[in-house]
């Protein structure tokens, strides 16, 4: 069942007739096409892409053939009111996460003859939360340029090397293997940047010590993301504890992951690794996230998880727990995993995760 019929199905059930998508986002998962002007309205009856000229051709190419693209002679919102005119609407979701104060005052002003209700953007994300058999073929596919991605990286790192040298071949290396774009800004931070699980590339030459490079593809819409830590040098006895610390608080998150598992779970058994350790306060974020058309959705591998959130098939997670020290250096080790629609457990991840030490 295409994107689109399940968003129908989902419409219905909300009791309403139609609904506007106007996040990019959005309107790819239901549409098939990528663009970034125009709307996409589904209805109880006929479903629509509306843009200009620039993406007609296009979109009558590649968009799902269940849409009609329409390219209006007058604004696109008086154009949406005609359609729902037509299929006979009353009451309309919009997307309320993304929708912006002036554009929903917009919309009260020309579909004013229809009733407006927030509800798409939580129906997307219900949607989107679990991948079919497809999806995950093409998050598999992404994370195979990323796998690539680490070991040419391997090969290319030198001393005269900056962090923005480390992130941009990464990111080139990724686009010429076929990745339409990066899933997010890289990181690649060494020595006591290491320390900032966000830190941003530095135009300076790699510090000794601790290298982390968090990276991922996007293929068709869809992300990959991965984090290894490798060592500039030689790592001292401390260091090498750190690692093995982080390493098997996430191998133990690994092997307790399956369907029906809470999500909540996970993240304390890394955690609970990592605390015994004598590294309580040192793992501020959560174990992971859901991975998907954004690099962050749901469902999230965290202490603040509801109890009732549970790994499903479909689900694509994180698995990425991290010790930070401040102001002298940090480590994480990130892999991405699914439940596969027979409810096993699949490892999208293959790069190595033992200490790896460079120059």
Same mark, same amino acid.
């Given at each position: 069942m295409s994107h689109l019929s399940k968003f129908q199905i989902s419409l219905q059930k909300e009791g309403a007739d139609a609904a506007i998508i106007s996040d990019p986002i959005g309107q790819?998962?239901?549409? %098939? /096409?990528?663009?970034?002007? %125009? +709307?996409? +309205?589904? *209805? @109880? %009856?006929?479903?629509?892409?509306?843009?200009?000229?620039?993406? #007609?051709?296009?979109?009558? @190419?590649? &968009?799902?053939?269940? +849409?009609?693209?329409?390219?209006?002679?007058?604004?696109?919102?008086?154009?949406? &009111?005609g359609l729902? #005119?037509?299929?006979?609407? @009353?009451?309309?979701?919009?997307?309320?996460?993304? +929708? =912006? /104060?002036?554009?929903?005052?917009?919309?009260? $002003?020309?579909l004013c003859d229809f009733q407006l209700k927030g509800g798409a953007s939580r129906i997307l994300a219900e949607?989107?939360?679990? @991948?079919?058999g497809e999806e995950?073929?093409?998050?598999?596919?992404?994370? =195979?340029?990323?796998?690539? #991605?680490?070991?040419?990286?391997?090969?290319?790192?030198?001393?005269?090397? *900056?962090?923005?040298?480390?992130?941009?071949?990464? $990111?080139?290396?990724?686009?010429?293997? %076929? &990745? $339409?774009?990066?899933?997010?800004? *890289?990181?690649?931070? =060494?020595? *006591?940047?290491?320390?900032?699980?966000?830190?941003?590339?530095?135009r300076v030459p790699l510090e000794k010590g601790f290298l982390t490079m968090d990276f991922g593809a996007q293929v068709d819409g869809y992300c990959s993301d991965m984090t290894r830590t490798v060592v500039l040098g030689k790592a001292d006895a401390e260091m090498k504890r750190l690692y093995e610390t982080v390493l098997s608080a996430q191998r133990a998150a690994l092997d307790a992951a399956a369907e029906g598992v809470a999500c909540r779970s996970l993240d304390k058994i890394a955690r609970d690794i990592i605390d015994g350790a004598g590294y309580r306060g040192c793992f501020g974020h959560s174990l992971g996230h859901g991975v998907g058309m954004l690099v962050h959705e749901d469902p999230r591998l965290s202490q603040s998880a509801r109890e009732n959130s549970l790994l499903s098939r479909g689900h694509v997670v994180t698995f990425e727990p991290g010790i930070y020290i401040e102001e002298k250096y940090g480590c994480r080790i990130e892999d991405m995993a699914c439940i596969r629609p027979d409810g096993s457990f699949y490892n999208f991840t293959q790069s190595p995760k033992e200490l790896i030490e460079l120059f």
């Open positions: 790819r998962y239901l549409s %098939g /096409f990528r663009f970034s002007d %125009g +709307l996409v +309205l589904v *209805t @109880k %009856g006929e479903s629509y892409l509306i843009t200009d000229f620039r993406y #007609a051709e296009a979109a009558r @190419k590649q &968009a799902d053939p269940a +849409l009609q693209v329409v390219v209006p002679q007058s604004g696109q919102l008086l154009c949406v &009111a729902l #005119a037509d299929n006979h609407c @009353k009451t309309v979701l919009f997307e309320e996460q993304s +929708l =912006s /104060f002036a554009s929903h005052a917009r919309y009260c $002003e020309i949607l989107r939360e679990r @991948k079919d995950l073929a093409v998050i598999a596919r992404a994370q =195979s340029i990323t796998d690539a #991605a680490f070991a040419h990286i391997l090969e290319r790192i030198s001393p005269t090397m *900056t962090e923005v040298d480390v992130a941009v071949e990464l $990111e080139f290396f990724m686009r010429r293997s %076929g &990745a $339409e774009d990066v899933a997010f800004h *890289t990181i690649a931070v =060494s020595g *006591t940047a290491s320390s900032l699980p966000h830190g941003v590339p530095r």
